[in-house]
């Protein structure tokens, strides 16, 4: 299993980016797309995640209202739209995969993107 996260980039406080995330490898369609973020000197953190069949939907209250998730199933692709963004938004953002049930336990997901870095100035 492969991901491979991309749309990262440097906007300024107020901008929007969206994060893709293209998964290959798995056997069945039936897996969880999660994206979580590291920031400079902290750990990661989950942002949010998206059931199997699209329908259950979880964000952190950090970015609640900011952001918004999606996935296309067909091309076996996760999306993260990242709105009104802040500077402490800044962080490499991953995505990350498993197969069940939705979870924010960055533990339970044992594939992973590379990363894709966002950076946010005032």
């Known amino acids: 299993v492969q991901l491979q996260a991309s749309g990262g980039g440097s906007v300024q406080a107020g901008g929007s980016l969206r994060l893709s995330c293209a998964v290959s490898?798995?056997?069945?369609?039936?897996?969880?797309i999660a994206w979580f973020r590291q920031a400079p000197g902290k750990g990661r953190e989950v942002v949010s995640c998206i059931s199997a069949e699209g329908g259950r939907k979880y964000y952190a209250d950090s970015v609640k209202g900011r952001v918004s998730i999606d996935r296309d199933n067909v091309k076996k692709e996760g999306y993260l739209y990242l709105d009104s963004l802040e500077p402490r938004d800044t962080a490499v953002y991953y995505c990350a995969a498993k197969t069940g049930v939705s979870s924010v336990d960055q533990s339970a997901y044992p594939y992973w993107g590379q990363g894709t870095q966002v950076t946010v100035s005032s």
């Open positions: 490898g798995f056997k069945s369609d039936y897996f969880v």
